[in-house]
């Protein structure tokens, strides 16, 4: 079965940092891109980051660009999401997506919380 | 910035209509980068639609999308219970951002 499932979401203070993860299985994690995309609370999607096969081509959101880093292990299936400098406007459930042939995302974890409050 | 705007922002049908879900872009974008999805509460969001008009693997043929230029639409043909959800529409392709639009609530009466 195709599936990918965060970690890692928490509650942290604003100027924090705080790393996601995002497990791969059932598919050839290492020739497909990812993304990253958000969703604060009662609020739409918001796409956050991406990251070709291969990491040769990387974008972020203008909202995260310079705090938020996108990595992957791909042997160890593994998608990342470094967030730092974190602010109270990056509450959201953050959730993992496979990119389908840069057409759309067709493979979605349940999403992790990160909760950025004092 | 690619602006993505969907309408109306709820739609209240009854099983068996039709329903008609609009997306607007703010500028002309290939159909081949506009995807559509279903979000039910507290779930991850479903891909339908990817390409404006091909049905993802598993989506009933009641869904249909088709469009072009500026203008897209989703389709479900025949209205059932479990239909209701919020459905977003998203610009894709390698050019970020991968914008989505704000969303279109469907209740079933």
């Known amino acids: 079965e195709v599936q990918v499932v965060e970690s890692g979401g928490d509650w942290v203070q604003p100027g924090g940092s705080l790393r996601l993860s995002c497990a791969a299985s059932g598919f050839n994690f290492g020739g497909y891109g990812m993304n990253w995309v958000r969703q604060a609370p009662g609020k739409g999607l918001e796409w956050v980051s991406y990251?070709?096969?291969?990491?040769?081509?990387?974008h972020y959101a203008e909202s995260v660009e310079g705090r938020f880093t996108i990595s992957r292990d791909d042997a160890k299936n593994t998608l990342y999401l470094q967030m730092d400098s974190l602010r109270a406007e990056d509450t959201a459930v953050y959730f993992c997506a496979r990119d389908l042939r840069d057409q759309a995302l067709d493979c979605w974890g349940q999403g992790t919380l990160v909760t950025v409050s004092s | 910035e690619i602006v993505l705007t969907q309408f109306p922002g709820t739609l209240s049908l009854s099983p068996g209509e039709r329903a008609t879900l609009s997306c607007r872009a703010s500028?002309?974008?290939?159909?081949?980068?506009l995807a559509w999805y279903q979000q039910k509460p507290g779930q991850a969001p479903r891909l339908l639609i990817y390409g404006a008009s091909s049905r993802a693997t598993g989506i009933p043929d009641r869904f249909s999308g088709s469009g072009s230029g500026t203008d897209f639409t989703l389709t479900i043909s025949r209205l059932e219970p479990e239909d209701s959800a919020v459905y977003y529409c998203?610009?894709?392709?390698?050019?970020?951002?991968?914008?989505f639009g704000q969303g279109t609530k469907v209740e079933i009466k």
């Open positions: 500028q002309s974008i290939s159909s081949t980068n």
């Open positions: 998203q610009r894709y392709g390698n050019s970020p951002p991968r914008t």
């Open positions: 990251i070709s096969w291969g990491s040769n081509i990387i």
